[in-house]
């Protein structure tokens, strides 16, 4: 996972990563320990909830704010994010990105570019039930006790790499009565901080069956690479 961001189409890339953990993190699901990894009781069984919650919808779509840097030189974009858990939308600072189920479509609008790709082992879909496996090798989890947030009661769940991933930790603050996860914050080894806070949450709504489609006749004038 990237923790070096900058102000173009690779923070973009590096965006879909750090969105990637919210869903890999949130959505993890059985109880796992191996290669010296812990899960505590408590923090797997809000997981299990929340896994649960985002599953049995058959689309999710929430708003975000997403701010990046270090001590009070943070910076922030708003960007909205569509998943029908095997396709998603993501939309952020004029670029977006959607996965149809097979390709990965990157469309900057600045720049007037479009980069199709498949994903690889370094670079999985950015599905929420992709990183299961992931989740349950690479991460101590620890319940770290309740804060409130907006003057809602949270939990609080911080997550430690059993090896070198580039991240000091990642804390997840979760609303554990409506098992949804409302911020994440994730500190990398060079003390860089990505916050995601979720603002506005929708789910099984109906939507355009269009909307994981990638048109090609609406970028003519656009230089399209594929990978």
């Given at each position: 996972?990237?923790?070096?961001?900058?102000?173009?189409?690779?923070l973009f890339i590096k965006m879909k990563h750090y969105?990637?953990?919210?869903?890999?993190?949130?959505?993890?699901?059985?109880?796992?320990?191996?290669?010296?990894?812990?899960?505590?009781?408590?923090?797997?069984?809000?997981?299990?909830?929340?896994?649960?919650?985002?599953?049995?919808?058959?689309?999710?779509?929430?708003?975000?704010?997403?701010?990046?840097?270090?001590?009070?030189?943070?910076?922030?974009?708003?960007?909205?994010?569509?998943?029908?858990?095997?396709?998603?939308?993501?939309?952020?600072?004029?670029?977006?990105?959607?996965?149809?189920?097979?390709?990965?479509?990157?469309?900057?609008?600045?720049?007037?570019?479009?980069?199709?790709?498949?994903?690889?082992?370094?670079?999985?879909?950015?599905?929420?039930?992709?990183?299961?496996?992931?989740?349950?090798?690479?991460?101590?989890?620890?319940?770290?006790?309740?804060?409130?947030?907006?003057?809602?009661?949270?939990?609080?769940?911080?997550?430690?790499?059993?090896?070198?991933?580039?991240?000091?930790?990642?804390?997840?603050?979760?609303?554990?009565?409506?098992?949804?996860?409302?911020?994440?914050?994730?500190?990398?080894?060079?003390?860089?901080?990505?916050?995601?806070?979720?603002?506005?949450y929708k789910d099984n709504q109906t939507l355009s069956p269009?909307?994981?489609?990638?048109?090609?006749?609406?970028?003519?004038?656009?230089?399209?690479?594929?990978?």
């Amino acid at each position: 996972m990237k923790t070096y961001l900058c102000l173009n189409y690779n923070l973009f890339i590096k965006m879909k990563h750090y969105l990637k953990a919210v869903l890999t993190l949130t959505l993890a699901g059985a109880s796992y320990t191996a290669h010296s990894q812990t899960i505590d009781t408590k923090s797997k069984t809000i997981l299990d909830d929340v896994t649960k919650n985002y599953k049995s919808k058959k689309n999710s779509y929430f708003k975000f704010s997403y701010s990046s840097g270090t001590g009070s030189n943070m910076q922030t974009q708003t960007g909205i994010f569509y998943s029908d858990n095997n396709r998603y939308k993501l939309k952020i600072m004029g670029t977006e990105q959607i996965f149809d189920g097979n390709k990965i479509y990157s469309i900057s609008d600045e720049d007037k570019e479009v980069t199709i790709s498949k994903p690889n082992d370094n670079q999985v879909h950015f599905s929420p039930l992709s990183y299961l496996d992931s989740y349950k090798k690479e991460y101590n989890v620890t319940y770290s006790g309740k804060k409130t947030m907006s003057g809602i009661p949270v939990d609080v769940i911080k997550m430690v790499p059993v090896k070198n991933n580039g991240l000091k930790s990642v804390t997840l603050y979760v609303n554990t009565p409506q098992k949804k996860l409302i911020k994440l914050e994730q500190v990398s080894t060079t003390n860089e901080m990505a916050v995601i806070s979720i603002s506005n949450y929708k789910d099984n709504q109906t939507l355009s069956p269009s909307l994981f489609s990638f048109d090609k006749s609406k970028y003519q004038n656009y230089l399209i690479t594929e990978l």
